[in-house]
């Protein structure tokens, strides 16, 4: 069993960054790829980014393309995700993910998941 926790997330004005963290309990989570989605209020949970296991590969939401950057440190087995030119749509709920395949944590199948981190953006 891997736990996930997140962390980072708060209140930040349009234009803003915020640096998010997802810690794992187990070192197995070096050989997983890890992503990240987000659930606005009254929305479907969406796909924002996710990181193969070596960090090699990464994905974007077109959304957040070229604002958020996705990035993993295996020696603290931890996924970070720097979300800059922040908008007041990104205010979402943010979820960390880890599985052994690639694509499943893009299609919200991931075997594991945090709790999530609140973060929200004021105009």
């Known amino acids: 069993q891997v736990q996930l926790v997140e962390s980072g997330g708060g209140l930040v004005q349009a234009g803003g960054s915020l640096r998010l963290s997802c810690a794992a309990s187990?070192?197995?989570?070096?050989?997983?790829?890890m992503g990240w989605f987000r659930q606005a209020p009254g929305k479907e949970r969406e796909f924002v980014a996710t990181i193969s296991y070596s960090g090699g590969v990464t994905r974007y939401a077109d959304s957040v393309k070229g604002r958020f950057t996705i990035s993993r440190a295996n020696a603290k087995d931890t996924v970070y995700l720097q979300m800059d030119s922040l908008k007041p749509e990104d205010t979402a709920v943010y979820y960390c993910n880890a599985d052994e395949e690639f694509v499943a944590t893009m299609r919200n199948t991931a075997t594991y998941w945090g709790q999530g981190t609140q973060v929200t953006v004021s105009s």
């Open positions: 187990r070192r197995t989570v070096v050989r997983y790829a």
